[in-house]
């Protein structure tokens, strides 16, 4: 790692208040090359094997465990969110639909404090789905609950066999021992109010050692290696910039709104340089990004909901990340 880069950013960052710490790693295909902790909250010295609230990195966690389900032919992309729901509402909506943000659903911020099948069976929708592009977290709801209603196994059984395959520690809804999240004031959000409903877009927990390890999977996959998490031609699907002709609704034109199944697309967010990079990231500073063509991915873990209002810049952050690795 070129301490002159990334380290050197977030020591600063950290120096200045503007983070309280952070958690960095790097990885590639044969497994974790660096990882490394700065920083303190509230007595608490930051370590490379602590727990972080995901946000919506849990998403991408989401799919993982759901693409599994789909290459083992238990879960169709084409599978309706209705049935599972055990309701005759949002007809036509797919897996496809709610893993690429088009399945024009409604969503509100209130909806973080109440279960998100409830929500989901009243039906509620924006347009027809695959019309637009919104970003929704409710529609992990749908994700998990098509996943559960096709398989007979919840989302943390999933997430628990893909751990295993990874040969780390599963992401889980376990906020037992996560750092705890700042920021909500500002944001009109309570977490703690939030982690009853486990969120599957928003609610997990994991650790960078974990975050990494998935990542070096995914990129042993995209090289045509090892199957043993997800096969190649399924990484390549994932990454499919689905939807990208249709219309984006979208409080922040600039912001990158290009997604896969489940993943984060780059290709046409502002302001960063390599763009051969797909991950995702998480409201409260949380970064999980894969660069395939050089064989490296990121993690970096903190705990600040909405930190940009406390000065950081996540394209800068980003870019000097992808410089160090």
Known sequence: MDDS????????????????????????????????????DEGRSFATDDRFALYSISKAMTALAVLRAV???????????????????????????????????????ADWYRDGVERLREGAALVPPGTIVRYSTLAFAGVAAILEHATGRSLEQHLA??????????????????????????????????LPFQHPGAGLHATAGTLLGL?????????????????????????????????????????GQRWGLGFALVDDERGLLDRDVFGHAGWSGTQWWLHPSR?????????????EQNGVDWVRVRNAAAASI
Request: hydrophobic letters at 40%; a negative charge.
């Open 295 to 307: 064989d490296r991915a990121w993690v970096l873990l903190t705990n600040v909901l909405e930190a």
């Open 161 to 194: 066999e893909l751990g295993a395959a990874a040969g780390v520690q599963a992401p889980s809804f376990d906020a037992s021992a996560s750092h705890a999240v700042h920021g909500g004031a500002a944001v009109g959000l309570d977490h703690e109010r939030t």
């Open 5 to 40: 880069t990334i380290l050197s950013l977030l020591q600063e960052h950290v120096s200045d208040g503007r983070l309280p710490g952070a958690v960095l790693g790097i990885a590639d295909s044969t497994g974790v090359r660096e990882l490394t902790a700065i920083g303190a």
């Open 71 to 109: 290459e083992r032919g238990e879960v169709s992309l084409l599978d309706e969110l209705g049935p599972a729901l055990g309701a005759d509402v949002h007809r036509g909506v797919t897996l496809e639909h709610l893993l690429s943000h088009r399945s024009g659903i409604a969503e509100e911020h």
């Open 215 to 255: 990542a070096s999977g995914l990129l042993r996959a995209a090289r045509g290696g090892d199957h043993g998490l997800l096969r190649p031609e399924t990484v390549a699907t994932a990454r499919l910039p689905i939807g990208a002709r249709l219309p984006i609704l979208s409080s922040d034109p600039g912001r």
